[in-house]
Structures are given as C-alpha cells and as structure tokens.
C-alpha cells in the first residue's frame, strides 16, 4: 500500500526534475570552475531529458518516469565570444544558477507536499 503512496506520477516527475536539477548544479559548479580554462564548452543537463521526461509524464507510465536518467552533454546552444575558444560567461552561469536554485526549491516543496499529505493521512493531524 505504501508503494502506490509513492508510484504517483507526479510524485516520481518531481523527484527526476530534483534528480537533473542536481545534475545542473554539478554543471554549473564544473562550468564556473573551468571560466578561464581555454578551449573548455559549457555542460549542462542534456536537452533530451526535458523531451523524454515529458513524454514519459504524458503517458501516465511511472515505470517510464522512473527509468529515466538524466546525463551531461555540451551545451551545443553556448558559442564562444573569446579568443579562446572557452564557451562560459560568469553572467549567464549566475543567472543560470539563481534559476536552477528556484527550481530547486519548487521541486523540494512538491516532494515535501506529497510527504505532509502522508503524514495527515496517517496521523489525521
């Protein structure tokens, strides 16, 4: 019974976004360390994972949410405005970082939302 509690699908969306916004942040981190690093390209979560994640949330299947996982890939959209031929700008990973620390709260409180309905189901308080 406690297995249906936790094979929403919604439940296991928000914990894969939780899973690639983890991913992000281990980008962004590579990313701002590697800012002077010549030749270096900009990671980010791969652009496919988005696409399968809302296929697969479409579906309904929460075997198919689950078997996802997000991976790493050259951010192929990041073109290099230095000689170097280094595709990081400290602006836009800022900004990419304020925006991946929303979303990680956002996809925390889901999760946590889902644990407090639980708890009132268990407890009736």
Known sequence: MIDALFNQPTYVAAKKM???TVLRQEAIASNLSNLETPNYKRLDVAPSFEAQLSRAVQSGDTA?????????????????????????TLESEMLKLNQNTFEDALE???IG????????AITGK
């Open 18 to 20: 939780l899973d690639a």
């Open 113 to 120: 939302g889902s644990l407090a309905k639980m708890r009132l």
């Open 64 to 88: 198919q949410i689950a078997g996802l996982k997000p991976s790493l890939a050259v951010d192929l959209s990041a073109v290099s405005g230095r000689g170097d031929g280094n595709t990081v």
């Open 108 to 110: 925390t409180q889901l």
